[in-house]
């Protein structure tokens, strides 16, 4: 499935079977409990955690009775506490649907923007708490732009009343949601990832076995069927020719050599990067996370040198594709000298690299090419990896 253009931004496409792009971040992984209100629906969904986060409630405290009555002041305490269970409450609410978890969020935001008639400017003070609940309750494509917009509410109320702690709280805020908001997207896609990847390894063993039970049938039933006639044929002149007999056991020889090299050669391919692997294992990785692979038909007769180095730019670049890019689409093409993955994501810092890609500027280096990495205009990233014709060898695969 791939994300709609329009869509993308607030509806991200599930990466495969079991993921729910919806679904609280912060939920227990998996289908939803039949009865999501009760203990035990709620304690994978880290209530404890929740129950934690109440321990800052105690800065209100020091101030809780100044300059105020006892009504205001028995009016305050239980606006706490009522804050506090509307908090600790999200823990129940994370496998319910997304429309009734966006309307627990707001309602929870309303009441801590409310609290502005007890407390005034320092209703601030509790800011934080909604943004952890936008970012562990709403999904990311989401959650990010509601806790843009929660900052800015925050700071607003502290420059109309003059004062700026709530422009720090509101900065803080931002900091915490957008930090726990991103790591729980990024521990979900690395998820996902993990489980596509089981599954192209399990499809690629299956294809190898394929592969290599085809090819030890075509080598050994046609060097059985030599040997056998070859040691026929020397058994019967073992008597009446015994030079012609002789030839015929060095030929028998021979044959049993070259189909044990043969086998070798077969069975050493299971360790081998090859460029035509790792496009059909792109594919299907890119397909498991909702990005269209648009890759050759058909590949250029490479030497295995070459095949291997440009398999390797293709799994490093389509694996930074699927987990920082963002993007809709990916093209894969290549030469005899060049190899070129390019998407229509959010782009990349050429000049700060990941690891992945020094380590593969360094593998292209090593033969004499060039890697580049750059912005596509209109969005998205390009790596290229170029080779000069000199840095090829004679023995050649796709």
Known sequence: MTRSRLG??????????????????????????????????????????????????VFAIPTIAEEVGPGILGLRI???????????????TADASLGVRWGY????????????????????????????LMASLIPWHQARLALVGWALVLAAAGLLGGNWMPVLIAALSLGIGLGLAGWMESSRIRRMLERSQTRVEALTVAAERARISRDLHDILGHSLTAITIKSSLAARLVDTEPAAAKDEMAAVEAIARQALADVRATVSGLTEIRLATEIASARSVLLAAGVDARTPSALPTLPDSVS??????????????VRHAEASTCVIEVDENAVVVRDDGVGVDADRPGHGLTGLRERVAAVGGVLEVAAVPGGGTSVRAVLAPSSQPTRTRP
Request: no cysteine; net charge neutral.
């Open 8 to 57: 993308g931004p607030l509806r991200p496409a599930p990466f495969g079977p079991g993921d729910d792009p919806a679904g609280a971040p912060w939920a227990a992984p998996g289908s939803p409990t039949d009865l999501p209100f009760r203990w035990r629906g709620v304690r994978p969904n880290l209530f404890l955690t929740y129950l934690v986060g109440l321990v800052f409630l």
């Open 308 to 321: 291997e180095l440009f398999g390797y730019v293709v799994r490093e670049s389509v694996t930074n594709v």
């Open 78 to 92: 239980a606006y706490l506490v009522v804050l506090a269970a509307a908090y600790v409450g999200a823990a129940w």
């Open 105 to 132: 969020v707001a309602g929870f935001t309303g009441l801590v923007t409310g609290g502005a008639v007890l407390w005034g400017w320092e209703f601030a003070n509790f800011g934080v708490y909604p943004a952890v």
